[in-house]
């Protein structure tokens, strides 16, 4: 079946314009999770949903960005004001939920601020 | 604070060798261990998890190995292809502190040379 998918795969854009990235689960998937990948740094949490509870957006860094998901399924998070600092492959993943599930990742936008 | 350390960062070898990629952690309170690959300018693929209660799992050449108490995660990879050149992330789903929040080292970057 597809795998988790984002959209676009490539972002450039201004100092102070908004974003937007698109995830799209793998069906049946409940739990969703938004990671970033910056240049030689590990992966960073940003945000984890879980079918219909209250999303952790624990690892979000500031209040510029933001992240839904509606029905369930797809997922958009949105950057406002975007600064440089921002630029990084964004990561989506998608599993069953629960613990024991491994993630499943989409191959990322990357995103750069210029 | 749960720590991932992958070393070496880099590694080459020639074709057909046997080689081990080593995954430390600092917190042994984890529900399991993940093993993924990343090719260039693409997102992350599964290859193996190991739970906390379990000492190995396989994948045709794929073998890996977790000894919680000591922190320590393994990758196997038997007779190295060329095709196996990515960078190999190991990532520890903690039990504490969000168990969401997958903690990644920064992976070991493997070349296979033909």
């Known amino acids: 079946g597809a795998g988790v998918s984002q959209s676009p795969s490539n972002k450039v854009t201004e100092k102070g314009k908004d974003v937007e990235l698109r995830c799209d689960p793998i069906?049946?998937?409940?739990?969703l999770y938004w990671y970033r990948q910056s240049l030689g740094q590990g992966l960073e949490f940003l945000i984890y949903f879980q079918g219909n509870s209250a999303p952790d957006k624990s690892g979000l860094p500031s209040d510029r960005f933001s992240a839904e998901r509606t029905g369930g399924s797809v997922s958009t998070l949105t950057i406002q004001r975007t600064q440089q600092e921002d630029s990084a492959v964004y990561l989506c993943?998608?599993?069953?939920?629960?613990?024991?599930?491994?993630?499943?990742f989409g191959n990322g936008t990357r995103l750069t601020v210029t | 604070k749960q720590e991932v350390t992958q070393i070496p960062a880099a590694l080459s070898v020639p074709e057909g060798e046997n080689l081990v990629l080593n995954c430390s952690f600092t917190d042994s309170a984890i529900y399991n261990l993940q093993w993924f690959r990343q090719d260039p300018g693409k997102g992350l693929t599964s290859l193996l998890l190991?739970?906390?209660?379990?000492r190995e799992q396989t994948s045709g050449r794929l073998n890996a190995s977790l000894d919680k108490s000591s922190g320590r995660s393994t990758l196997y990879i038997a007779a190295s292809q060329p095709g196996d050149s990515a960078t190999y992330l190991c990532?520890?789903?903690?039990?504490?502190?969000?168990?969401?929040?997958?903690?990644f080292g920064k992976g070991t970057k493997l070349t296979v040379n033909p």
């Open positions: 190991i739970q906390s209660s379990q």
């Open positions: 069906s049946g998937h409940t739990a």
């Open positions: 990532a520890v789903r903690p039990t504490q502190g969000g168990s969401e929040k997958l903690v």
């Open positions: 993943a998608s599993s069953l939920g629960g613990v024991s599930s491994p993630l499943h």
